[in-house]
């Protein structure tokens, strides 16, 4: 490996750590919003059916509010106030999240691009030791293009002299018609190759963002702003 392949190794290897801090984050302001959710409507649950059998209660006794009753009346009032507290702090849990799915997007986004340019580096390395080793193939093709320029007195006829140029054009369209289909057909094992086995083929997935932060600089700049905003009228 030459040293610009190490050091966008290191890069990738920060940029995917930093990514997922943020993804964990993200993973566990979800996770809190979702419990918390939970817990509301339990607190609901239980106030309404309280309230349910409060009344109940009182239309049996007459109108009359025992003590039995009015410390089930304050119960129900205390599920009931606690459910709508939770409206305040899932609404803090929201913009939390909102923050956290604005980092995973970015440093998600800095991950995929220190993958790719990892990617891309080490492809052309692999390509660069390829051509130390095409010393065959340039011979062949300097035979065949040398064999090519003997021709006989129909085909000097035929080709009004622009035999070189002729024959340049049949031997690279050979080799590269070989080179297409044989590139297209070969499929890359990264089992066998240590980088690519770490790092994979194909571009790190970026999950629990909205797809629009990944694809808009605006939307991810107006996110930030609206945050921004938020957080201030929220002092």
């Known amino acids: 490996m030459n040293e610009r392949i190490t050091t966008q190794r290191k890069q990738f ?8 801090a943020h993804a964990t984050a993200l993973q566990n302001v979800s996770n809190a919003i979702e419990k918390a ?14 309230e349910n059998e409060w009344r109940h209660r009182f239309r049996n006794s007459g109108g009359q509010m ?5 410390t089930m009346h304050l119960q129900q009032i205390s599920h009931k106030e606690l459910a709508k507290e939770y409206d305040g702090l899932i609404a803090a849990l929201e913009l939390d999240k909102a923050q956290c799915e604005l980092a995973a997007a970015s440093s998600g986004l800095a991950y995929q691009d220190a993958h790719r340019s990892l990617l891309r580096s ?11 080793n095409i010393q065959p193939l340039f011979r062949a093709m300097a035979l065949r293009l040398h064999a090519l320029s003997l021709k006989s007195h129909d085909e000097q006829v035929d080709d009004h002299g622009n035999f070189n ?3 340049h054009k049949i031997v690279s369209q050979e080799v590269l018609q070989k080179l297409i289909t044989g590139m297209t057909n070969y ?8 980088l690519l086995k770490e790092i994979g083929l194909y571009s790190p997935e970026i999950s629990g963002v909205n797809p629009e932060l990944l694809i808009s600089p605006i939307k991810r700049m107006q996110r930030g702003q609206m945050l921004k905003e938020q957080r201030e009228n929220a002092k």
């Open 122 to 132: 080490y492809a052309g390395y692999e390509l660069e030791k390829a051509f130390a």
């Open 165 to 167: 140029a002729t024959d």
């Open 66 to 70: 025992t003590d039995d009753l009015k």
């Open 37 to 50: 959710q939970q817990q509301q409507r339990v607190e609901q649950e239980k106030s309404q059916l309280l």
């Open 187 to 194: 499929s890359v094992n990264k089992e066998q190759e240590p």
């Open 13 to 20: 290897e920060t940029a995917k750590a930093n990514y997922q």
